[in-house]
């Protein structure tokens, strides 16, 4: 899909606007490819690309009638980046959010944060709770920038869960008379018992939702659930899994602690994400069912002043809590041979936070090749997210890789990332054109 709006974004020069409205296509020569699969780049190559797929590539000179030529000079041609966990609508301080901004600020401020994330490289995205569909039908249907969005819709959470916000003197949203927050109503549903986590699996797949978030453990950021309780009950993750599976899709869970990982894999949950808390139990339970782990590990360089000030002083210590298991959770899956891992960040509460999403990557260099860290953020979310089946948004090619067939949502980068994966965390300097969609929104090299 071509987007009129990218006409303004990033244009170097009239003649490419012209290549942009009239579907030309874009060859991009000389480049090394990495695919997104494989550890070898595919040096030397061409990358045709015709509207908003990839038709060819190739070793071999291209000849192709009105292309609009690109001279990779040598760069690093590879896939757009996935983040498998992020929260688009949730820009600014929690508190804030739910006392001090209304749905119109919410909006604004996560359009301008969503084009930010575009040209951060990311291309595609899994919105893991919120009110991001809107912003993914915007984005679509090309009245904003951004990468493309996977959204989940409301969260679902028990009463006193993670997904519980509600100041202490504020009725249940369920109890009759109530009247429902817009938390409760577009953020986060409350739930309990096997009927109404029905009702609300079912509501937020009528929202527009492509996968399923229930929060089934202790949380950082809400205050009423401390880091080692398990929730929901057996039943209840079972009859979200069930009402998603019907319409061809998964849950994901938050989670971090051993014994809300096992009753969530035993529950058929598909990705485990968070689980920093997890040993080796869980390990070995991850590897014997098979299913993916979404862990994020930027929280290793935030300081308790920073989380204090965009999730509140009482989140303080559950935080520092999750930070210290982070490099033990990395050793674990390395040493465990868990291949099923994505890369995901889960920044959320401060804009100026949002900045260091790129600085995943070095983390991550800790314990993983560069090699395996760009897979986790190329193909192996690309895979996650297509578990979306017929739910899936995009689902006229696959994403994460660079073949013939796929969406072209590319980067060039400066330099040989397969080799230092730390030259991502540079995005500003070293991603010389972003390509989402077969649309160009950054290129410094005409």
Known sequence: MKHALAAVVWLSSSSFALAQDENFPILFTNVHVFDGVNEQRIENANVLVQENLIVEVSVEPLAVANARIIDGGGRTLMPGLIDAHVHMSITEPVADLRDNFDWMYWGA???????????????????????????????????????????????????SGHGEHRHYTEPHPNFEGASPSFFNQHVE??????????????????????QIKVMAGGGVSSSVDPLHTVQYLPDELEAAVKAAADWDTYVLVHVYNDESILRSIEAGV????????????????????????????????????????????????????????????????????????AFSTDIIGDPVALTKQNDEFKYRLEEWSSYEVLMQATSKAGELLALSGKLNPYPEGPLGVIAEGAYADILLVDGNPVEDAMIMTDYENNFDLIMKDGVIYKNTLD
């Not at 309990?192 to 939702?209: C, I, K």
């Not at 300081?303 to 009482?314: H, N, R």
């Open 270 to 341: 598909q990705s485990i994400d968070h689980a920093q808390l997890m040993t080796e139990v869980s390990a070995q339970a991850i590897k014997d069912a098979d299913v993916w782990v979404v862990p994020f590990y930027s929280l290793l360089g935030l300081d308790e002043e920073t989380v204090v000030k965009a999730l509140g002083p009482l989140s303080a210590p559950k935080f520092l809590e999750v930070q210290a298991g982070a490099r033990n959770q990395m050793k674990l899956l390395k040493n465990f041979g868990i291949e099923k891992v």
């Open 109 to 159: 401020v996560s359009t301008v944060e969503a084009e930010k994330m575009l040209l951060r490289g990311f291309t595609s995205v899994r919105d893991a709770g919120g009110p991001a569909i809107g912003l993914q039908k915007a984005i679509d249907r090309g009245k904003a920038v951004g990468p493309r969005i996977y959204p989940s819709g409301p969260v679902i959470s028990q009463t």
């Open 189 to 210: 549903f409350l739930a309990d018992g096997v009927p109404e986590v029905l009702r609300a699996t079912r509501e937020a797949l009528r929202l527009g939702a492509s």
